[in-house]
């Protein structure tokens, strides 16, 4: 049997699986959607705090979980070629590194992302624990007049955390999270200092949220 016709069968066996569970996710999801059924909501609800970030740190969730996949897969493949093309080929293999480093490849490159992925999904979370915790203090002055909305939609570029409106006037509230110092010799790990219009962590300094505000 032909090399490359080995080689293409092992690529579509070990291809196949992975479109047909990807199908199935998508017309599943269309049927929840869909159907005789519908929600019977007729409005949308109102956004919690961090509910973006919520969504992103879903998406980027499926995202790493792909890259898992693959890249977990990837020595599998490479035997799997290696002794198909030994066992059916019509010629001896002859260059079975190139599979090998193609696959290690490969998995550097799913492991970097997932890499990559683990320390966006920390910063999301941070972010989305920050302003749900703001978020929980500000609800607190509904016993005062104010109506508060969370996470309020602008264009594809930005959103506003928080919005106040009462007697005073109408706020906009712009949460960070940024993770403190765990061993601080002088015990002001946990101190935020405004300077000069930048606001000074014990790690370092930004204007960034000032800006952003």
């Known amino acids: 049997m032909n090399s490359l016709i080995v080689q293409f069968a092992v690529v579509a066996i070990w291809v196949a699986p992975l479109f047909a569970m990807v ?11 869909g159907g005789n059924k519908k929600n019977p909501l007729t409005s949308g609800l109102l956004r919690g705090p961090g509910h ?15 890259y898992v996949s693959i890249g977990g897969s990837m020595p599998l493949l490479v035997v799997t070629m290696y002794l198909a093309l030994k066992l059916y080929a019509d010629r001896p293999v002859s260059a079975a590194w190139v599979h090998a480093v193609i696959a290690s490849g490969a ?4 492991a970097f992302k997932v890499g990559r992925g683990l320390r ?38 930005f959103n506003v955390d928080h919005v106040l409106v009462g007697s005073a006037g109408v706020f906009a509230v712009e949460t960070k999270g940024r993770a403190k110092l765990s061993d601080s010799k002088n015990g ?15 790690n370092g300094t930004t204007s960034e949220p000032i ?3």
């Open 52 to 66: 973006t970030l919520r969504a992103r740190l879903e998406d980027l969730r499926y995202e790493m979980l792909a």
């Open 107 to 110: 998995f550097a490159f799913c």
């Open 23 to 33: 199908a199935l996710a998508g017309a599943f999801r269309n049927r929840l959607h």
């Open 120 to 157: 966006a999904a920390r910063n999301l979370n941070l972010g989305m624990e920050a302003e749900s915790a703001v978020g929980e203090e500000l609800n607190l002055l509904m016993k005062q007049g104010y109506a508060v909305f969370h996470d309020i939609e602008g264009d594809k570029a």
């Open 188 to 202: 002001r790990g946990h101190i935020v200092e405004l300077i000069d219009g930048k606001l000074r962590f014990p």
């Open 211 to 213: 800006e952003q505000a």
